[in-house]
């Protein structure tokens, strides 16, 4: 079951439903946040996020499973797969600039702006890797 249903059957149906008087405030709706968060988080980024200093006195030692601690821990690592993902797809882009910079630099044609020429090659490379679903595939992936 997916992370959105069931922080909406955890935290949402009971208060619309008015089924519990004084429901706790934090634990249920954290509960499949850090459970997913755990699963998909290295190891590497929660010890990192766990040896910062707490942010309150009232704590003093944070554990590996602190809410505190997963929540860093999750978007450090999912912002540095989103940076490698973005990379990944820069890269073609940046040689097919480069070879058809070369190319019309060869030709004469140094006024000639390169990304007008390669933007249609630009789009036909990524209509013929099938782009949307290699994107695709490495963001589910990433949480598999």
């Known amino acids: 079951m997916g992370l959105a249903k069931r922080l909406d059957e955890g935290a949402s149906e009971p208060h ?16 499949p946040i ?11 980024n929660t010890r990192l996020s766990s040896a910062a200093p707490p942010p309150t006195s009232a704590s003093s030692s944070l554990s590996k499973d602190d809410f505190q601690v997963i929540v860093p821990a999750f978007v450090t690592s999912q912002l540095k797969e989103a940076f490698e993902t ?3 797809i820069f890269i073609p882009f940046v040689i097919i600039d480069m070879v058809i910079a070369n190319i019309l630099l060869a030709m004469g044609m140094s006024m000639l702006s390169p990304s007008v020429i390669s933007l249609p090659f630009k789009l036909l490379l990524f209509v013929l890797v099938d782009g949307w679903f290699l994107i695709i595939r490495g963001l589910v992936l990433s949480y598999v």
């Open 16 to 31: 619309a439903k008015a089924v519990t008087a004084n429901p706790p405030a934090q634990p249920e709706p954290t509960a």
């Open 34 to 44: 850090s459970a997913t968060a755990t699963v998909t988080t290295p190891a590497n």
């Open 86 to 88: 973005g990379f990944l």
